[in-house]
């Protein structure tokens, strides 16, 4: 059961002030959450406003955290963040705009997790805190008047450790530190009514945990499991679309679009887990294939608007 309320209004002409609480009665972990939220925007003229926003956010376990690897769900809690971000937004001119966000979380009763192909298993409860660090810079307009167009780039550092320790924080599996975005979009002078665009995304890879094979001493057989201290970084991940569009307009109230695309242009390898094989009987180590995410492809889109 969930209820909220939220209150907007004025400290004086150029302060905005947006504040609200919100609470939340789940009955499988037996909790009362209380979530107060602030937002002020301060207008310093036509062309700068920045903002302060802060709040208390839970997330109650989900279907993934109440069938992983946990002894007993029951005893499961909600995971916590305390957000804290500035925010300027620039008006650099009629049509380009700079937004800038610096941020902060904090995380409270994390519950560890792995992931096995796309399936995140959750193991141990919660048991970990952390933090979230980071900004954010994009860079808006339009080339071609009507369509817009973006740059962004986005800077994280989110790290994690066993609750009430004092042991050195580690990376999360989430932390992807440098990430770049690319998206433009055109029309041919001569004829509006063909578009291209193009996107691009470049970033520093995601992490993901190592098998290792560990000795069964009841049954002197080696098995396979997860190393949940050691994560390791996917190589850098690339990709690049392209594609052109025409717009046909059959009648008044109908028209039609054709669309021809060049998926992932530069055939980049990028890596979506790996398969781990015991290559022999007698080895103790793993062999860690790569699983390719989708290569080089072309795409071919009709549709009919009326």
């Given amino acids: 059961m969930a209820l909220f309320v939220e209150d907007s209004f004025s400290l004086s002409p150029n302060i905005k002030t947006d504040l609200g609480i919100r609470f939340l009665k789940n009955y499988f972990t037996n909790e009362n959450l209380l979530s107060p939220r602030l937002n002020i925007l301060f207008i310093l003229n036509e062309k700068n406003v920045f903002n302060f926003r802060t709040g ?4 109650p376990p989900f ?3 109440l069938t992983g690897l946990i002894d007993d769900p029951y005893k499961l809690k909600s995971q916590r963040a305390i957000h804290f971000s500035i925010g300027w937004k620039n008006q650099l001119k009629e049509k380009v705009t700079m937004n800038w966000e610096v941020f902060y979380k904090k995380l409270d009763y994390l519950i560890p997790f792995y992931y096995e192909d796309l399936k995140m298993i959750s193991v141990k409860g919660n048991v970990n805190e952390g933090y979230s660090f980071g900004f954010d810079v994009m860079f808006q307009g339009e080339i071609s008047n009507g369509i817009e167009s973006w740059l962004g780039y986005s800077y994280l550092d989110s790290k994690e450790r066993e609750m009430n320790s004092n042991e050195p924080y580690r990376r999360r599996l989430l932390d992807q530190t440098h990430t770049f975005q690319i998206f433009l979009q055109d029309h041919f002078r001569k004829y509006p009514n063909w578009q291209s665009h193009l996107r691009l995304l470049a970033g520093s890879g995601f992490l993901y945990n190592i098998r290792k094979l560990v000795k069964n001493e009841q049954t002197n057989t080696y098995e396979t499991v997860v190393d949940l201290d050691n994560p390791q970084v996917y190589t850098l ?3 690049a679309d392209m594609g052109l569009s025409a717009t046909f307009d059959v009648s008044e109230k109908s028209r039609l679009v054709f669309t021809t695309e060049v998926l992932n242009v530069f055939n980049q390898y990028n890596y979506g887990g790996y398969d781990w094989i015991r290559v022999f009987n007698n080895s103790q ?11 080089r492809f072309f795409n071919l889109k009709v549709e009919y608007y009326f």
Avoid: A, C, D, H
Wanted: hydrophobic letters at 35%.
């Fill in 56 to 59: 208390v956010y839970y997330q």
């Fill in 63 to 65: 279907f993934t955290e």
């Fill in 237 to 239: 991940y690339l990709r």
């Fill in 285 to 295: 180590g793993l062999k860690n294939i790569p699983k390719i995410l989708s290569k």
